[in-house]
């Protein structure tokens, strides 16, 4: 039985509602999957992004926190140095006045004397030469002539062995200096410097430790003295 017209329009129009209903979920279907690609895609980024952003600022935070440690470093070397300096300038200031008031023993006649017997007396047991030349200020020639002679017969007597000595007096030394001698072996290759100022800075080098306690305490971080 054929179709009418209107039964034809009618199927026709039935196919294309079911084709636009299929062709819109089929739209939707795409949208929707479109959309949540989107949305992982987005998430995907958001997180990377927000990964990278993290990363960034945490290397900022070390590097911030090393930049701090390394100011810190450098404040407290600073700081450090600072005080060895003042420490030193100390020291270097109580060994000038101590320089100073060497001269002050020379002024005192007696004292100097037995200062002066007690120097000699060291070097000839320095040396245990059979010559010796000493040279002295020329202030002192006299000074230093008798006490040779005081030492020498004691000298004997502790050695059992004989002594010559010579007073140098073609070159005297320095009267910038605060006194002393030195003495040499007869061929001078041999020295031995007894002025004040050499006894001063032995002395300070031998006790610069205990210098150092008694100005600025005992230091923890050493286990030894020099």
């Known amino acids: 039985m054929a179709l009418s017209d209107a039964d034809v ?18 739209a939707e279907e795409i949208e929707a999957k479109a959309e949540e690609e989107f949305n992982i895609e987005k998430g995907r980024l958001v997180q990377t992004q927000r990964l990278k952003i993290m990363e960034y600022y945490a290397k900022k935070d070390k590097q911030i926190d090393q930049h701090k440690k390394i100011q810190m470093s450098n404040l407290l070397n600073q700081a450090r140095l600072k005080v060895l300096k003042t420490r030193d300038d100390m020291i270097s200031d109580l060994l000038s006045e101590a320089r100073q008031r060497l001269s002050e023993i020379a002024k005192d ?69 605060s006194g002393g001698v030195e003495l040499y072996n007869d061929n001078g290759k041999i020295k031995v410097s007894n002025t004040l100022e050499s006894r001063l800075e032995l002395i300070a080098h031998q006790m610069m430790p205990e210098i150092r306690v008694e ?5 923890p971080n050493r286990r030894f003295l020099d």
């Open 9 to 26: 329009q009618k199927q026709i129009k039935h196919m294309m509602a079911f084709i636009e209903q299929e062709a819109s979920e089929k």
């Open 109 to 177: 006649p007696e004292r100097y004397a037995v200062l002066l017997e007690g120097l000699i007396m060291q070097g000839f047991y320095q040396l245990l030469e059979p010559k010796v030349t000493i040279r002295c200020r020329q202030q002192d020639v006299s000074m230093v002539q008798a006490a040779v002679d005081k030492d020498i017969p004691v000298y004997k007597e502790m050695v059992k062995s004989n002594i010559v000595v010579r007073i140098d007096e073609q070159r005297f030394l320095s009267s910038d200096i």
């Open 215 to 219: 100005l600025f305490g005992v230091n």
